[in-house]
């Protein structure tokens, strides 16, 4: 008879003792896995410091599309996406008549839009000023691409399992946009398309440091941005941007075929 | 007589069998549910490609339901908190109908999400790695925290009833046993009783910033970027008039629904049509006056990125959509002017043009602006929802509707209590901060004439 009483006397604390370790385990193992992946993600996500920049210079470019193919294989860019690309437009009516290039790309801008507005971290600014996806966390909201206003991001909408096997990082539902080829620059070579480019027209570099030929380039030559009115602060810059070229290339997006190219002739006429 | 009378109506007849056009609509609805998961797992197999979305318009219908689904949940917060604070005696045969909508639309509002995720696995993330900074995360905290709410408010008033079921006979063992678990021991002494009413004013209260920052936020998401036409401060209070809007008028569908199929003509009257009827109409002057306030502005300031958007809207791509928009609601405000002619039909026949005139507003929000970026990256074209997208988005609405019929099965769909209170002249509890909730003739009895 004396054993049940104290037994349900336990068994009452038990209860309460379950409950309260239980919420601790939780709470400890939530904590740890937290600090578990800040920290994995800390030492993944560290550089050297910098600002790192592309100068693109549209008076070399003749929009041969080298640089959107070296992208696509250097990073297995999945079929229908690109990394960069270049927008076309042409301005005038026959004889006087001249075709406009805008090699497009992300911005790795100073202010993210989609570094702001990411729930989870996935979109990321390195301290060399590189905008970078960590794809092994991104839910796929896509709401970066519904944030950033250059429209340079996509998306993994299909399953393509060789191309995951030949680029682990090219996987199903998660966002993809150039990361500058990072893993080449860790490396000290410059990114793909800037490699390729046969014109020349592509400089990237570091412009914390004055020495280097982006900041030497820049210290003596006029440059544009994009859009610079939403506060982004773009960090690729382009010598010689016409405004009414690339809002006419901006409107046309991927098309490199000459006759879908907008004229901006038409363009301005019809307003 | 007409007490006698209302006393012998009172009679809540809580279905204890289910009728065969009962079974049937549950059939129906099941098989759209089963499509819709079907279509579901084949799009989490070949992924959010069976989609119509694009790089470029990479939100669709799936966001478009969130809101919709989200903005109908507004309908438990507004006619049960509100109109019980302010004392509307009408609103107390339609409070279980209004609070069990919001639990139901909150969970398949919720649900629209995971649908949209590219990797719906790894919304565990969100949890862990959340971060304050992105309006997605104040979307969640605030919806899981409007849904706790809401159940909790479903299952107050709910207590007193499930402890006066729980003795009916015909129950099966699983409903007594459940009615007795979430009727947590109620007596129905007056001390119990003045608690619940004291819990249920204080929840009643607290429920209302929390119905309103739910929407706030769910405009932010679009309000707070710089996208042309979506970066509009009036977005909170457009979206929070919308999302009522639109609640009470499923509230307005579920009633006129449950009028007919439950018998409950004798509850639920040409009163309370009327009511809900005037309630709409204020509701709609507020949505056509920050919708003009919304497109004025753009139109008349006419910046060039913004004015292209608002011309999709107007003339181009989606005038469809717009302009259908705009005459279901133009449609659904005259009907309820003239809703004196035959209170019921026309009530219900304009929340039924308002709701789907709700659904082509959030559309007509999200869509465009991604369709039209200021900066043009690929894939370029018009979003056109694919058949999986249909097929879920109806499985969704199949579900929505499933659990209310379930729900109104098993528990009573009418707060039995709360009627019987207006009815009781000799009400004890007028005391306290509930006094103003339950004091007051009973306008219901008076009307019963």
């Known amino acids: 008879m004396d054993k049940p009483s104290p037994n349900r006397v336990k068994h009452s604390m038990t209860r309460r003792e379950l409950v309260q370790i239980g919420g601790a385990a939780l709470g400890v193992a939530g904590v740890g896995s937290l600090v578990h992946i800040s920290l994995a993600q800390r030492a993944s996500r560290s550089s050297p410091p910098g600002r790192m920049a592309m100068l693109i210079d549209l008076r070399k470019c003749f929009g041969c599309q080298a640089c959107s193919v070296a992208c696509k294989s250097e990073n297995g860019v999945l079929l229908g996406n690109f990394r960069t690309w270049v927008g076309q437009s042409y301005k005038g009516k026959y004889p006087r008549v001249r075709r406009h290039f805008l090699p497009r790309m992300c911005n790795h801008c100073e202010k993210p839009a989609c570094v702001k507005v990411c729930p989870v971290g996935a979109s990321y600014k390195r301290a060399d000023g590189t905008v970078l996806i960590d794809k092994n966390i991104c839910i796929g909201c896509r709401y970066c691409m519904s944030a950033c206003p250059y429209g340079v991001r996509s998306f993994a909408w299909k399953r393509l399992p060789d191309q995951e096997v030949?680029?682990?990082?090219?996987?199903?539902?998660?966002?993809?946009?150039?990361?500058?080829?990072?893993?080449?620059?860790?490396?000290?070579?410059?990114?793909?398309?800037?490699?390729?480019?046969?014109a020349g027209a592509r400089v990237?570099?570091?412009?914390?440091?004055?020495?280097?030929?982006?900041?030497?380039?820049?210290?003596?030559?006029?440059?544009?941005?994009?859009?610079?009115?939403?506060?982004?602060?773009?960090?690729?810059y382009y010598i010689g941007l016409d405004q009414d070229a690339a809002e006419a290339s901006l409107e046309s997006g991927v098309r490199m075929i000459p006759a879908q190219a907008t004229n901006v002739t038409d363009r301005l006429g019809s307003e | 007589m007409r007490e006698t009378n209302a006393e012998k109506e009172f009679a809540y007849e809580f279905p204890t069998a289910a009728g065969i056009r009962y079974r049937v609509a549950i059939g129906i609805l099941g098989v759209l549910v089963l499509a819709g998961l079907v279509a579901w797992i084949n799009q989490l197999i070949f992924g959010l490609g069976e989609t119509g979305m694009k790089n470029s318009v990479n939100w669709g219908i799936y966001m478009t339901n969130f809101v919709f689904f989200i903005g109908i949940s507004h309908a438990g917060t507004l006619i049960s908190a509100v109109l019980r604070l302010l004392n509307a005696?009408?609103?107390?045969?339609?409070?279980?109908?209004?609070?069990?909508?919001?639990?139901?639309?909150?969970?398949?509002?919720?649900?629209?999400?995971?649908?949209?995720?590219?990797?719906?696995?790894?919304?565990?993330?969100?949890?862990?790695?959340?971060r304050l900074q992105s309006p997605l995360l104040w979307d969640l905290a605030s919806v899981s925290v409007y849904f706790a709410s809401a159940c909790f408010y479903l299952l107050l008033p709910l207590i007193p009833d499930l402890g006066a079921l729980r003795n009916q006979p015909g129950l099966t063992q699983?409903?007594?046993?459940?009615?007795?678990?979430?009727?947590?021991?109620?007596?129905?002494?007056?001390?119990?009783?003045?608690?619940?009413?004291?819990?249920?004013?204080?929840?009643?209260?607290?429920?209302?910033?929390?119905?309103?920052?739910?929407?706030?936020?769910?405009?932010?998401?679009?309000?707070?970027?710089?996208?042309?036409?979506?970066?509009?401060s009036i977005f909170g209070p457009y979206f929070v008039v919308g999302a009522i809007f639109s609640g009470v008028a499923a509230v307005v569908l579920s009633v006129a629904v449950m009028r007919r199929t439950m018998r409950l003509e004798a509850h639920l009257t040409a009163l309370h049509f009327n009511k809900l009827g005037a309630l709409l109409l204020v509701m709609a002057c507020l949505?056509?006056?920050?919708?003009?306030?919304?497109?004025?502005?753009?139109?008349?300031?006419?910046?060039?990125?913004?004015?292209?958007?608002?011309?999709?809207?107007?003339?181009?791509?989606?005038?469809?959509?717009?302009?259908?928009?705009?005459?279901?609601?133009?449609?659904?405000?005259?009907?309820?002017?003239?809703?004196?002619?035959?209170?019921?039909?026309?009530?219900?026949?304009?929340?039924a043009l308002i709701v789907v005139g709700m659904w082509l507003e959030r559309f007509t929000i999200i869509v465009p602006t991604l369709t039209k970026p200021l900066e043009e990256g690929y894939n370029f074209g018009l979003y056109r929802p694919t058949?999986?997208?249909?097929?879920?988005?109806?499985?969704?609405?199949?579900?929505?509707?499933?659990?209310?019929?379930?729900f109104a099965r098993f528990f009573p769909i009418i707060s039995l209590w709360e009627i019987q209170e207006a009815k009781d002249p000799t009400r004890e509890s007028n005391i306290g901060c509930t006094a103003p909730l339950i004091s007051g003739a009973g306008e219901l009895v008076e009307t019963n004439v």
């Open chain 1, 166 to 198: 030949a680029y682990p990082s090219q996987t199903l539902g998660v966002v993809d946009k150039c990361d500058l080829c990072v893993h080449r620059l860790d490396k000290g070579l410059v990114p793909s398309c800037v490699n390729t480019c046969p």
């Open chain 1, 204 to 236: 990237v570099g570091n412009l914390n440091d004055p020495d280097s030929e982006i900041s030497r380039i820049m210290a003596d030559q006029p440059v544009q941005t994009l859009a610079p009115e939403l506060g982004t602060q773009p960090n690729v």
């Open chain 2, 89 to 130: 005696e009408w609103r107390r045969p339609i409070t279980r109908v209004a609070e069990a909508i919001t639990v139901f639309a909150l969970l398949l509002g919720g649900f629209q999400l995971v649908l949209d995720s590219g990797r719906p696995l790894r919304l565990v993330n969100v949890f862990v790695l959340g």
């Open chain 2, 174 to 232: 699983l409903q007594k046993k459940t009615y007795a678990a979430l009727s947590s021991g109620w007596n129905n002494s007056s001390r119990q009783q003045q608690r619940l009413k004291r819990v249920i004013g204080i929840m009643a209260i607290l429920i209302i910033p929390i119905m309103v920052s739910v929407h706030s936020v769910v405009s932010w998401i679009f309000g707070l970027t710089v996208r042309y036409m979506w970066h509009s």
């Open chain 2, 287 to 351: 949505w056509f006056y920050f919708t003009l306030a919304e497109y004025l502005t753009t139109g008349y300031g006419g910046m060039t990125a913004e004015l292209a958007v608002l011309k999709m809207k107007l003339s181009g791509e989606f005038a469809l959509a717009f302009w259908a928009m705009i005459l279901c609601m133009a449609s659904a405000f005259v009907l309820l002017l003239l809703r004196k002619k035959s209170v019921i039909g026309m009530t219900t026949a304009a929340s």
């Open chain 2, 387 to 406: 058949l999986t997208e249909w097929v879920i988005s109806s499985g969704s609405l199949a579900g929505f509707a499933l659990l209310l019929m379930v």
